[in-house]
């Protein structure tokens, strides 16, 4: 399989593109930055996790699918090819897809299922709790 055609490395590029350090995306998918190099270096990845993957880098999995530096660049010369201030000001204005926000978000959901889980092992000890009064 050619380089063109492999997901991993499409991730990487799109990855560099967005300022993401791979440490960035581990924490956010919860693995290891190995995981994520490793993962970068495949020819293909699982449909959920190019889906997680796509999530955290503000993408769609059909857009790491089909990435081509050479169409980015070519959109990029056409588009930002005169010198006036909204070209300027578009080039240097920062992305609009912040990691942290994304880390943030997972933390709060993993805060909620922890305090379900809670709650549920809290109603196994009160319902263990009645039985063994009962038997006594």
């Known amino acids: 399989m050619s380089k063109e055609n ?11 593109m967005r300022g993401m350090k791979q440490e960035v995306l581990a924490t956010a998918l919860g693995v290891s930055q190995q995981t ?3 993962m970068e270096h495949s020819a293909e990845i699982e449909a959920d996790l190019l889906a997680q993957v796509a999530d955290i880098l503000g993408v769609t999995p ?9 169409a980015v660049l070519s959109i990029i010369n056409n588009t930002f ?10 080039i240097h ?14 933390h709060e ?3 909620k299922l922890y ?3 809670l709650d549920a092992e809290k109603s196994k000890v009160e319902l263990l709790e009645k039985l063994i009064n009962k038997e006594k």
């Open 6 to 16: 492999k997901i991993g490395p499409k991730i990487s590029r799109i990855r560099e």
């Open 36 to 38: 994520i190099s490793n």
């Open 62 to 70: 059909e857009a790491i699918k089909n990435f081509n530096e050479e």
């Open 81 to 90: 090819t005169s010198n006036d201030a909204s070209t300027s000001i578009a």
């Open 93 to 106: 204005t920062a992305p609009t897809f912040n990691p942290l926000d994304k880390l943030i978000e997972a």
């Open 109 to 111: 959901e993993n805060k």
């Open 115 to 117: 305090e379900r889980l």
